[in-house]
């Protein structure tokens, strides 16, 4: 595959038709711009334009504190917001040389394959949707909605979650919030089964999505895709497995590889790291019994706010109180790469901090921004209604594209 | 396969391009090197082809900037190699008078669009890219909004200066 750019022939006499798609066409799910030069149905070239949710998070990164910047994060893949929480977390925990106890890394771990099941219930119920069933969808999305009820016990938000703080959780999981996480795990099973059972071998689906958009490892790699989308082509990596952060390493789940990495692979990749992500649920619930039930922090009072009555009562508590609020916390002038797994892709944040308030740079190595510069390329002699589904189960999600 | 340890890593590029490529820290582990703008083609073509190190997978490309210093744009890369589950960081400074670097485009297929907008925010020039256009921003906004000089607030507000927190 070639990465050449595709213009658009500007030709009166061409006999081609040029279709823009987006930016907010229903079938994008998003602010999504591709001009497309057809022949009839078939797509001769296209070519992308984004940044029309631009907000130039990186920039307003270098004049915010750190605990600040979560609130950012929790726009770039709006549909696993979690994931991206934490991963800013954690890499604030690596630069500061913080170690959380295992309770919060459980902790942590509940809450983003939870996140995780979300975002995929909604690509792969989306690309049921744009294959023309639509109760697929609907089954699974009243499942989501448990999730963001189980979000909205443990920090007070549905989307945009800014869930968790630096060194731990801002409070508690309570009583309510582990009934409603287990209810989940017992209720969901069942319905991922029915999910399944409505596609996997539905005739019209595989017919729809086996063969569509196939990607070979080599262009994979080549386009550094990541998540799902690489491991739907045949490479197993994953960030969880490769370099485990939050005690992942404790854990057993699998890393499910696809073989060719086309529409229908990428799907069953989903589904079947649903499973996977239950799986682990299960066993950071078990293992979460062990741990001593009150701790949810770690012990950083000089990054971690003190609760509010110690704060009125005690004269340490409102130094650190003031110190954390304003950002004057002596932090080490070091350079940090920190990558987890996010729910489509590798989500890195590149952190240089030279010691002020504010980190000097911080880059976010965003999935869907590296993952969607195939599709113009890949899209050139497929058929339009391949092209959509195609982009549906990229699970390209326009926040994090623009950042 | 294990992790390549950072000593032999900085070895077998010291072998290959002595006095090109020096280490400029390993804060986390993860090794950095910065690299001369001139072999930088050279380096990661080494780096993704040599049969023991294979970082194949292109991370990231993104830029810094540092107006005290002399070369003030810093390019960077990540690279990671999947096979030995490697990371390296490499950094190319340029000057202000002088951003071009050659692309890495034709290296990974992916580092079109990470030079684009490493273009669009700080104005390196990859030369050889295909398609070196704006990405995010405007295509007909004047200044690379990513550069130091450039504030995100008001410049005339005074009260969020260091000086009033002791700096």
Do not use: C, W
């Given at each position: 595959m070639q990465n050449h750019p595709v213009y658009i022939d500007?030709?009166?006499?061409?006999e081609y038709s040029t279709l823009n798609?987006?930016?907010?066409?229903?079938?994008?799910?998003?602010?999504f711009q591709n001009v497309l030069q057809l022949d009839g149905e078939r797509i001769v070239s296209g070519v992308s334009t984004i940044?029309?949710?631009?907000?130039?998070f990186e920039k307003i990164a270098e004049h915010r504190p750190f605990y600040q910047i979560t609130p950012l994060t929790d726009r770039l893949n709006y549909c696993s917001s979690p994931i991206n929480n934490m991963g800013w977390h954690m890499t604030v925990e690596k630069l500061l040389n913080i170690t959380t106890p295992k309770r919060v890394d459980y902790m942590r771990i509940i809450i983003m394959e939870l996140a995780r099941i979300a975002d995929h219930i909604i690509c792969n119920g989306v690309l049921g949707v744009d294959t023309g069933a639509f109760t697929g969808f609907l089954y699974m999305m009243e499942h989501r909605e448990e999730i963001y009820e189980i979000y909205e016990e443990i920090c007070?938000?549905?989307?945009?979650t800014n869930i968790g703080?630096?060194?731990?959780?801002?409070?508690n999981f309570n009583q309510i919030a582990f009934d409603k996480i287990r209810k989940f795990i017992k209720k969901f099973p069942p319905v991922l089964k029915e999910f399944e059972a409505l596609f996997n071998r539905n005739r019209i689906f595989v017919d729809r999505t086996?063969?569509?958009?196939p990607v070979s490892a080599e262009d994979a790699l080549s386009y550094s895709w990541s998540g799902p989308l690489l491991r739907a082509a045949g490479?197993?990596?994953?960030v969880r497995a490769?370099?485990?952060?939050?005690?992942?390493?404790?854990f057993d789940f699998e890393v499910p590889v696809g073989e060719n990495g086309d529409v229908y692979n990428r799907f069953l990749v989903r589904n079947e790291e649903m499973w996977q992500s239950l799986r682990l649920i299960e066993q950071a619930l078990t293992k979460i019994?062990?741990?001593?039930?009150?701790?949810?922090?770690?012990?950083?009072p000089a990054f971690y706010l003190p609760p509010k009555e110690e704060v009125y009562n005690n004269m340490e508590a409102l130094i650190y109180h003031f110190k954390i609020v304003m950002g004057e916390v002596e932090t080490p002038t070091a350079e940090v790469y920190h990558a987890v797994e996010g729910a489509n892709g590798e989500l890195g944040f590149y952190l240089v901090n030279?010691?002020?308030?504010?980190?000097?740079r911080l880059h976010f190595r965003r999935p869907s921004f590296i993952n969607y510069q195939m599709y113009a390329p890949m899209?050139?002699?497929?058929l339009l209604s391949d092209a959509i589904i195609n982009m549906s189960s990229l699970n390209i999600i326009a926040g994090e594209l623009d950042a | 396969m294990g992790k390549i340890a950072n000593e032999e890593l900085l070895r077998r590029l010291d072998e290959n391009f002595a006095g090109k490529v020096k280490e400029t820290g390993a804060d986390f582990g993860l090794l950095t090197v910065e690299v001369d703008a001139d072999v930088i083609t050279e380096v990661l073509t080494f780096l993704k082809t040599d049969s023991a190190l294979k970082?194949?997978?292109?991370?990231d490309i993104t830029a810094i900037h540092y107006?005290?210093?002399?070369?003030q744009i810093g390019v960077i890369y990540h690279l990671h190699s999947?096979?030995?589950n490697t990371r390296i960081r490499l950094k190319v400074f340029l000057s202000l008078d002088n951003l071009h670097i050659p692309t890495a485009s034709t290296i990974w297929d992916g580092a079109n669009w990470m030079e684009r907008e490493t273009y669009d925010f700080f104005g390196v020039i990859f030369d050889g890219h295909p398609d070196l256009r704006r990405i995010l921003?405007?295509?007909?906004?004047?200044?690379?909004?990513?550069?130091?000089?450039?504030?995100?607030?008001?410049?005339?507000?005074?009260?969020?200066?260091?000086y009033f927190f002791g700096r």
């Open positions: 500007t030709d009166p006499q061409s798609l987006g930016p907010t066409h229903p079938a994008t799910h998003g602010v940044g029309y949710i631009h907000r130039a007070g938000s549905r989307l945009t703080r630096i060194g731990g959780f801002e409070r086996r063969g569509v958009a490479i197993d990596y994953d490769m370099e485990p952060y939050s005690s992942y390493d404790e019994e062990k741990e001593p039930s009150d701790i949810f922090h770690a012990d950083v030279d010691g002020g308030r504010s980190p000097y899209s050139r002699g497929m | 970082f194949i997978f292109l991370t107006p005290e210093q002399e070369k999947l096979t030995t921003n405007v295509d007909d906004m004047t200044v690379f909004p990513m550069r130091r000089e450039y504030p995100l607030e008001d410049p005339n507000r005074v009260d969020k200066k260091d």
